[in-house]
């Protein structure tokens, strides 16, 4: 019977999806995200608020996003990853990092919630960690609307954590450099997406009708994070918001891709081998140049301007590469990473892929 429905509708579903949705438009992004900006700094100091200041130099933020938590079957994209995670939220409790759940944190278009909560029970415990110390907060993507959209969305959060939360659109970190302050603004990266950034009523459409049918007739018309177009196309749209906005850095996910100082891991690897051949440097040159047919494979664009980005936008990456690999960023000790958890030898380890000074970056946005 599923077969049958499968092919009887997959079709007529995929003409509406091509007609009747679109790709993100600047003008639709740009507002998107201008409005939610506003609409945190204006709330500074409410109690409902979403901008938090924080001391760049002795509090430290960890932010992941994209986990897609599922259903421990054939589909979930997590369950590689799972080990890497939990490392990883063990490490930055002890270290007492205050935890930005940057969206896409549970898979809601392909499973109900009592499936999720039934198989990431280990998962929701080591985040409780956070909850615990008042040291979290939670963010929607267009993959987990339901916690903004469900009416009982508390009870599940109550259910999970022991208490209710705050669930945001994006939040504001603000932190003092010298006599100014940089904002780092996150969000899950989907606005301006007219299906998940629409009116209430598409909001729940998506979350509650056209996600779950998606899933069942296993298609997928938007999503970047398996569409190198979109992802190319996300990254302007949000690279081109975020060097408009003085003294703001733009952090996101969404893509799965790691983006740091507004450049890929390819554009940087071309940067890296420009500044080898220039130092003459054989070793560096032929490694580099061995890296960059794998990386192509998965993302070949380059930015023709990628030498001189105004270093105003990152993106997190993921936490459900296909290795178990997990990136996300930190925010510590006045700078801010890249770091990756992957298995060495099966064990998870942290590593810092790129690197880079607050103080620094104010300077330059």
Not at 15 to 40: I, M, N, R
Not at 66 to 75: L, T, V
Not at 155 to 184: C, P, S, W
Not at 316 to 342: H, M, N, P, Q
Request: negative net charge; glycine residues 6%; charged residues 25%.
């Amino acid at each position: 019977m599923k077969r049958m429905l499968q092919f009887l509708l997959r079709r007529p579903v995929m003409w509406l999806a091509e007609h009747f949705t679109s790709a993100p438009v600047l003008k639709d992004v740009h507002g998107s995200l201008s409005k939610l900006y506003a609409e945190s700094v204006d709330k500074a100091g409410e109690k409902s608020g979403s901008m938090f200041n924080f001391d760049m130099h002795t509090q430290s933020i960890i932010i992941f996003s994209d986990q897609h938590k599922g259903a421990r079957d054939g589909s979930d994209d997590f369950a590689a990853a799972e080990k890497n995670y939990i490392a990883a939220l063990e490490y930055y409790n002890e270290k007492n990092f205050y935890f930005v759940n940057l969206g896409d944190s549970e898979e809601l278009w392909e499973n109900t919630i009592f499936t999720v909560m039934k198989h990431n029970g280990e998962t929701f415990l080591k985040e409780k960690l956070f909850t615990d110390r008042h040291a979290s907060c939670k963010i929607i993507g267009n993959h987990d609307l339901y916690w903004k959209n469900d009416p009982f969305a508390q009870l599940f959060i109550k259910k999970m954590y022991d208490r209710e939360m705050k669930i945001f659109e994006g939040v504001v970190l603000r932190t003092a450099i010298n006599d100014q302050h940089l904002d780092i603004f996150c969000t899950h990266g989907h606005q301006g997406d007219r299906q998940s950034d629409g009116n209430a009523f598409s909001k729940w459409f998506v979350s509650n009708i056209w996600g779950p049918l998606q899933a069942f007739l296993e298609i997928n018309t938007n999503s970047p994070a398996c569409n190198s177009q979109r992802k190319t196309l996300h990254n302007e749209l949000m690279y081109e918001w975020a060097i408009k906005q003085p003294g703001v850095i733009l952090i996101t996910g969404h893509t799965h891709q790691p983006v740091f100082k507004s450049l890929t891991h390819l554009e940087r690897l071309y940067l890296q081998l420009q500044d080898a051949q220039e130092k003459k440097d054989e070793a560096s040159i032929k490694k580099i140049e061995e890296e960059i047919p794998r990386r192509q494979r998965e993302y070949d664009f380059v930015n023709h301007s990628f030498r001189n980005m105004d270093p105003s936008y990152f993106n997190t990456g993921c936490c459900c590469f296909a290795d178990g690999t997990i990136t996300g960023i930190e925010l510590d000790a006045g700078f801010i990473r890249l770091v990756k958890w992957s298995y060495n030898n099966g064990i998870p380890e942290r590593t810092i892929a790129e690197e880079a000074s607050l103080k620094g970056l104010a300077g330059q946005v």
